[in-house]
């Protein structure tokens, strides 16, 4: 293992004051691309090195399997690979497995891999009948309120005051629904991913020998992305902690990325106020992007706000100036982005290394043909193409059909649309609330939007002429189009 000294080397100023707060209770305000996860694997190995920390006593949590695996990989290289680096979910799971047996006396339950085959019958049991983006939707609800601590009895109530919506259910439906769903689970021994954390919260709170046990292997923690934390993973955190303060926490508020399942970065910015006398130091060295960027990433949040961010200070050399250009419509803003990615191409810049990011799915389908129309390569993030998903498929098919086999008045294609699309449960008026359902009509209500825009071009446009026009729109975005420079990517921006 390298010399405790060897350790602090290698790190800039901030991340060695890092380092060196090894007691808790410690919050780092690590601002973006300031080397977060440098600064807290250094810190847990130079505990090692220094002898304070015995590394089987030290539990570091994260949020993704590939971030643990990034940790372990960083801590095996600086000489500690027996510190345990792992989501919430897995260290829980692993407790959670092997005390079941000793407090309950019986085989632990099976673990569902999507809630969806207990919802949909769920949903039937209360009366309700609902396609998959109403499943998606009550899925990420369920998830919602239990990583809240929200109990089915005060569901109702607290999702009204906090203005949550399903759909177009009542809360009092939603309630039903979750009360069927956890029946179900019941009487078939089966658990879902937010019961992992429930369970073992259960355990510890009610078995002090296991929570002494715990608590006797575990001394030291660390946990990466606190911003991230929801009520339920803080209610664990504090279990395993048992009234001790010697916990890192780690994050930047202003990268808070799972509010709609329940975090919030107040944990975060709160965190000094919980833990009388906690250190908060302070991550502000960006390696990462120019200072262009990182001095427009500082003007939209400016220091003193309410944020809780740091300043960051750019160390890459200057670049290029950040642009801002707007534009009168979606079409003449996507088809702007394309001259501007086959400019950059055509100067040097690979595809790959290009990335586009827009705010709802339903904007992707502008991006896609303007990125075919210029033969730009491209591959879609976090979601489907346009013309792939299953209420758009099926929307050209009712639209193909009814323009063979029907009349339509003059100047009447928008109102026909609507009209067709009806079928699909189309709406003029958006869904309460976001999530599937909105994602789905977001998605009619494009159709609807190109039908408006043909009429304009064209006050004598027909069915067909949509039907044609959607067509070609969706040749266009799947036309092939491969120089061997690699692809750019199309993505929604996280929200």
Avoid at 102 to 114: D, K, N
Avoid at 422 to 448: C, K, N
Avoid at 449 to 472: F, I, Q
């Amino acid at each position: 293992m390298p010399q405790p000294e060897e350790l602090l080397a290698a790190l800039d100023p901030e991340q060695r004051e890092v380092a060196l707060a090894l007691r808790g209770p410690v919050a780092v305000i690590a601002g973006a691309g300031t080397g977060k996860t440098r600064a807290i694997t250094h810190r847990m190995a130079y505990g090692v090195a220094t002898g304070l920390y015995e590394p089987t006593e030290v539990l570091a949590v994260t949020f993704t399997t590939r971030a643990a695996g990034e940790m372990r990989g960083r801590l095996a290289a600086l000489g500690a690979p027996t510190i345990q680096a792992r989501t919430f979910h897995s260290a829980a799971l692993r407790q959670a497995r092997y005390f079941w047996p000793q407090v309950y006396g019986t085989e632990f339950p099976e673990i569902i891999s999507s809630k969806f085959s207990v919802l949909g019958p769920a949903a039937r049991r209360v009366g309700l009948h609902g396609d998959t983006a109403l499943l998606r939707d009550l899925s990420a609800e369920v998830e919602w309120a239990k990583v809240s601590n929200v109990r089915i009895p005060d569901y109702a109530e607290t999702a009204r005051t906090a203005g949550r919506q399903v759909a177009d259910l009542q809360p009092g439906q939603v309630a039903n629904v979750m009360a069927a769903y956890e029946e179900l689970k019941r009487e078939n021994n089966r658990i879902d991913m937010e019961d992992i954390l429930l369970v073992t919260a259960a355990i510890l709170a009610d078995d002090e020998r296991v929570a002494a046990q715990v608590r006797r292997q575990y001394r030291w923690f660390v946990v990466d992305e606190f911003q991230d934390v929801n009520p339920l993973q803080s209610t664990l955190l504090d279990l395993w902690l048992g009234g001790r303060d010697d916990v890192c926490v780690v994050g930047d508020p202003r990268q808070t990325i799972y509010s709609f399942a329940g975090a919030s970065p107040r944990l975060l910015r709160d965190f000094s106020r919980r833990y009388e006398g906690a250190q908060r130091l302070e991550l502000v060295r960006n390696y990462r992007s120019t200072p262009q960027v990182v001095a427009v990433a500082n003007a939209v949040f400016p220091r003193g706000t309410t944020s809780g961010g740091v300043k960051l200070e750019a160390q890459q050399p200057a670049g290029e100036p950040v642009r801002y250009l707007s534009h009168s419509d979606e079409p003449s803003e996507a088809r702007s982005v394309a001259q501007e990615i086959v400019r950059l191409h055509r100067s040097g810049v690979p595809y790959r290394e290009m990335a586009v990011l827009y705010r709802i799915n339903a904007q992707s389908e502008a991006f896609e043909e303007a990125l075919g129309e210029a033969s730009v390569p491209y591959t879609l993030r976090g979601g489907e193409g346009f013309f792939q998903r299953g209420e758009v498929r099926q929307a050209v098919t009712l639209l193909r059909g009814q323009a063979r086999g029907g009349e339509q008045e003059d100047g009447a294609l928008v109102s026909e649309v609507r009209a067709v699309l009806a079928a699909l449960d189309y709406r003029e008026e958006p869904p309460a609330g976001g999530g599937a359902v909105r994602d789905r009509w977001e998605s009619l209500h494009a159709i609807v939007s190109m039908a408006a825009d043909l009429a304009e071009d064209k006050p004598t446009a027909t069915l067909g002429d949509l039907v044609t026009d959607l067509e070609r729109r969706a040749h266009v975005a799947h036309a092939p189009a491969v120089d061997g420079r690699g692809v750019g990517h199309v993505s929604t921006a996280l929200q």
